[in-house]
């Protein structure tokens, strides 16, 4: 098992695409570590001369590569997993996330959001970050504890996809924007493509679930990341939709642009892991749900919305 290094350059990165065509920058072994920087941002949104803010090396390379890059994911990779093929399972360990700059933004577009028939103007913050303490303060002194977490973390999609934006989350993850998703925790998803081709970035500061106002504090994070490939015997597909745990909790998600879909999928998808991992029938595995698993809206902002199901460990297993 090896650990190797993966700085965010114009050559190691897409923005706002994910493609099965996308060609690996880097190749590992099931159960090699990787160091990743991943930035966030734009000439928009960077902190203006003399505020004291610091603009990483990395992120003002890449917009000077991308002259007039708009709004969209700064995403490091593709990583290939040697060995992975379309049907197996990718198990990616989420050890270390750390703040990669000093400075984060948020901003509200017209048009854009949970709310885009209520505002209608654009509006920005750019949030100090103090990286000694782990906190951020926002322009009218309310501080805040980071949380952070990689708001994109998918593999390739299906061939068949395409070039697709990566706003929309999918069946290979992408923009999960998921706040559980933090230092600790583990995503599991399913492989498309041989290699498996993972992509992280949109680090996120902070977020609540819904992440309504369309971001949440955007930031530069680097972390170290795990991969574990899982093989499928070549029946079925080990996994159909991502799904992840923490040191607490089992967790499903639902994916669709109709909020009750998207639900329904996170609930599904919770009754199938259930009935799976235990003895029970999927009447009571439903009952169950509705007794103890508390289902939360991840995000209401990405096209295909999200709700993600929190199971407790050692309530069942």
Known sequence: MATHSLRATPETVRISAFDASFPPVLTIASGDTVEVECVSGREAVLPPPGSGMTVPPALAAIIAANPGMTAGHICTGPIAIAGAMPGDMLEIRIER????????????????????????????????IDRARRTCRLPWGTELPLDPFFGVMGVAPPPAFGRIASKEPRIHGGNLDNKELQQGSTLFLPVHVPGANFSVGDGHGVQGDGEVCVTALETCLNGSLTFILHKSDGSAPLLKMPRAETPTHFISMGLHEDLDQAMKGALREMIAFIVARTNLSREQAYAFCSLAVDFHVTQTVNGEKGVHGLLKKGLLF
């Open 97 to 128: 996330i750390e703040p990669g700059a000093d400075w984060g933004y948020n901003t509200i577009r017209p048009l854009a959001g949970t709310l885009p028939e209520d505002f209608h103007e654009p509006a920005m913050m750019i949030i100090p």
